[in-house]
């Protein structure tokens, strides 16, 4: 297979990157940036002043200098960039372990330097524990910086060329074993390396070296391989058992899974990871009831963690338990996203982003262009349910997927019976005499809340988005005034704000025995701030959708055509498949995909693909997918290598290949998604050998 073409960002002053670079040092907190290759090039024919050029790069072996320099040896061979010479070569690579940048200084000709640069920027000797946890550092950055298929990561950072890091057995035998010598290191290990952001306390089971496993394994189904290794990790510590139990459940080892389950928590019965594998596992049997006891105790052994709190309120869910759920959900704490620890760089003098012969596909080249977000009408651009990450994009969905089972009107009712609204608040703080105290005899105990603070919101701006800064009864979609009279805004109720836990104080003054005990407030909770402002995204979400619809079917009956933006389909299905509105997201989709190419959207089609299990249309739009992923210097994507190797277990490895064969497109093209499908087989996949 041919490589990914070499992206080119041409440097204001030469040096200026690998500067930014080891200024940014102190700042990085988890698993670093990607590997940064910096080039001296020099025109052939003149001599000319030094050109400093840069690119990143994620899953090159990181193993020794060796491998680093061999990397720089094939930038030397463009064929496409005959007018420069490259004269030395720097690369970059980041060690999260012991916080240093290991570098290699290549010469051309000439010699290979290897050190590292430490946080206050002093040059230190790089030794063979270094680069093994430099090694394994670069194989879970690969992971982790990796596309999901649908651009956003690849559109975050310029160019970036994204390798598969693990291609072979032999290549996994060396990642396991790196993992397994370097799991227990130093007590600051978990710390160093970070965590998924819902998590708030790394630990042994819980940081991005179990993550990353976690994904290479569920990624290529080298389960046996898994096993083995947690197995290992058991025996020293038996914290790890509830990998080991994923692992063997992922695997449909579930008798195994079972017992080791019972065994482990018979030795730690206060383990949270243990008791929300059960939990998690219960819940898929359809047996929620126990499934409920065991993350009631999951809570209780880590009241301070997210996941547990959410796996309580998903429970609660499909129990159709909804008030509790939602009670729930106004418990679960919330953390600031801290997002991956991205480069810094200057803003270069060019950028040069080239495309090679085999990766050319005028079904993408052509459709594919810059969305212009000024042609997006101003009430999609600002929904702010599109920005949110980490616990808050969590919380959100099970918010929504309660809206989806029992509508929105029944949402409010459930709303208003278990938390204490403002109007009803005031009305009875008025009623006896303005006093706060009586109030803290049944509200007593709220903590502060939190505020989602990258979510682009406070309380008082998400108030204003939702009365609606554009008004309900103009339309979305050019401006002019509503065709239905259901776009007045009352076919979708606003939600009435919940008192505030500022407003009430918790045993900041003594109750005053002479008021009333407001009997009707005993039974409600105050509602976190932060839970009070998705209610108000989600009205928001629901009353542009309502409006879209409402348009649409109005456009139908008239035969007329609906005209938007390909950037505004993309948005509205976004929007429709946040509601759990899957049929209209992949109409918007479609749509989307009529007028340009959007990776977006086409992900958005495979998924429907594969709930439907059309296996040629699966292959068609990973074809399309794979392609563009190319065209942007990834060869890697994890999630598209899973879902060709699912199609691989279930059709098989030569109907497979049958079927991409038989499409009329470019064979390199083909030979893209071929590459997908020789690693499966390379890992021995289920339904790689028929």
């Known amino acids: 297979m041919v490589l990914p073409a070499v992206p080119e960002l041409v440097e204001e002053r030469t040096l200026e990157s690998i500067d930014v670079r080891t200024e940014s040092l102190p700042a990085l907190r988890e698993l670093g940036p990607p590997d940064l290759v910096h080039l ?19 899953g090159i072996d990181a193993s020794s200098s060796a491998s680093l320099a061999a990397y720089i ?3 030397t061979y463009i064929p496409y960039d005959r007018s420069h010479k490259i004269t030395s070569g720097l690369y970059c690579c980041y060690n999260a372990f012991s916080r240093l940048d290991m570098r290699v200084q290549v ?38 910086y990796a596309d999901d298929g649908s651009g956003d990561t690849i559109k975050r950072i310029v160019g970036v060329r994204r390798f598969n890091p693990v291609t072979s057995t032999e290549a996994e035998h060396k990642f396991l074993e790196a993992a397994e010598r370097l799991f227990f290191k130093g007590t600051r290990t978990q710390i160093n390396l970070g965590s998924e952001p819902e998590i708030q306390v790394p630990n042994l089971v819980s940081n991005h070296l179990t993550t990353g496993l976690l994904n290479y394994i569920h990624t290529t189904g080298r389960y046996a391989s898994g096993i083995n290794l947690f197995e290992k990790l058991r025996t020293r510590d038996p914290e790890i058992s509830s990998l080991l139990a994923r692992v063997l459940i992922s ?4 008798v195994r899974a079972v017992s080791l389950l019972h065994e482990a928590i018979q030795q730690l019965p206060m383990d949270y990871s243990l008791l929300d594998v059960q939990a998690h596992f219960c819940k898929s049997k359809g047996r929620g ?10 809570v209780i052994a880590a009241p301070s963690e997210f996941g547990t709190w959410a796996r309580l309120a998903e429970i609660y869910v499909s129990l159709e338990e909804w008030e509790l759920a939602l009670l729930t959900l106004n418990s679960c704490p919330m953390f600031t996203y801290q997002d991956k620890d991205a480069p810094r760089m200057p803003e270069p003098a060019r950028v040069f982003l080239p495309i090679l012969p085999d990766s050319r596909f005028d079904e993408i080249d052509v459709g594919e262009s810059t969305g212009d977000m000024e042609l997006v009408h101003p009430t999609l651009r600002k929904l702010h349910a599109a920005g949110y990450k980490g616990t808050f994009l969590k919380a959100y969905a099970l918010l929504t997927e309660i809206t989806a089972k029992i509508g929105w009107d029944q949402l409010l009712k459930y709303r208003s019976n278990v938390f204490v609204m403002e109007e009803e608040y005031r009305s009875e703080k008025a009623t006896t005499g303005g006093s706060q105290n009586a109030s803290t005899t049944a509200l007593r105990g709220t903590p502060n809340p939190s505020i989602n603070e990258n979510s682009g919101s406070d309380g008082n701006e998400n108030e204003t988005e939702a009365n609606g800064s554009v008004s309900p009864e103009r339309s979305i979609v050019t401006g002019t005034t509503a065709i239905d009279s259901d776009l007045n805004g009352d076919s979708i109720e606003k939600p009435e704000h919940t008192v505030a836990s500022e407003i009430v104080k918790s045993g900041a003054e003594d109750p005053d025995p002479s008021h009333n005990n407001y009997a009707q407030f005993q039974n ?14 989600l009205y928001e979400d629901l009353r542009v959708y309502t409006i879209w619809r409402t348009e649409m079917a109005h456009y139908r009956q008239q035969s007329m055509q609906y005209k938007k933006s390909a950037e505004e389909w993309e948005i509205l299905g976004e929007l429709a498949e946040r509601l759990h509105h899957r049929d209209e997201a992949v109409e918007a989709y479609e749509a989307c995909l009529s007028m340009r190419f959007s990776p977006k959207a086409l992900k958005g089609i495979l998924s429907m693909h594969e709930r439907e299990g059309n296996a040629r249309a699966m292959l068609a739009s990973l074809i399309r997918l794979v392609s563009w992923q190319y065209r942007w210097y990834s060869e890697f994507s994890p999630a598209l290598l899973f879902t060709i190797r699912k199609l691989i277990e279930e059709e098989g490895a030569v109907k497979v290949r049958s079927i991409i064969q038989a499409t009329s497109l470019p064979q390199p093209v083909l030979d893209l998604t071929h590459h997908y499908a020789a690693l499966c087989a390379a890992f021995r996949s289920s339904g790689s050998d028929i």
């Open 40 to 58: 001296i090039k020099h025109q052939v024919k003149t001599a000319s002043k030094e050109v400093g050029v840069y690119h990143h790069v994620t």
């Open 73 to 75: 040896n094939t930038l």
């Open 107 to 144: 010469t051309i000709p000439g010699s290979v330097e290897s050190y590292c640069i430490d946080e206050r920027g002093d040059k230190r000797a790089a030794t063979d524990d270094l680069w093994l946890e430099t090694y394994l550092c670069g194989v879970l950055r690969a992971y982790s």
């Open 251 to 254: 695997a449909d080892e579930e």
């Open 289 to 298: 009831d126990m499934a409920l006891e065991c993350a009631k105790r999951s």
């Open 524 to 537: 409600k909770r105050l509602c976190e701030r932060w839970l009070d402002n998705l209610f108000m995204v």
